[in-house]
């Protein structure tokens, strides 16, 4: 619902931390997204494959587990999103990267999966 209310705009610049081979790029061109897109990804083959899929502005190498997050100086995103990675990455580092190639009143967009095998299971679902 939120990227349909923002999808048309050509102005719109989101960037995909953590983009793997782009399928996420992929599928919001799909569904119209117009604005700029920019994917990173800690893996220099990843990237490659982001670059052969075409559905990306720019995409680059880069860790988001480091504090200097996105590496040289970027321009400020809309939209910062993260699905389907934060479980590899240092919540606190990551998300500090993110905001900050975030515009002052944009948006972080990211996803978090529960391990219902996980032993601390037990302990969450007494909280």
Not at 13 to 22: E, M, P, Q, T
Not at 46 to 56: D, F, K, P, S
């Amino acid at each position: 619902e939120r990227l349909a209310s923002k999808k048309g705009s050509s102005d719109l610049r989101l960037l995909d931390v953590a983009c793997g081979i782009g399928l996420q790029g992929q599928m919001m061109r799909m569904c119209g997204f117009r604005g700029q897109l920019f994917g990173t990804d800690v893996s220099p083959g990843m990237i490659a494959r982001v670059q052969e899929r075409g559905c990306y502005d720019q995409a680059f190498v880069s860790n988001a587990n480091e504090a200097a997050g996105f590496g040289k100086d970027h321009e400020l995103f809309d939209i910062c999103l993260c699905t389907g990675a934060m479980e590899l990455l240092d919540h606190k580092t990551a998300l500090a990267s993110m905001a900050s190639v975030t515009k002052e009143g944009g948006e972080l967009w990211v996803s978090f999966q529960h391990d219902t095998d996980d032993e601390d299971d037990e302990a969450c679902s007494t909280r």
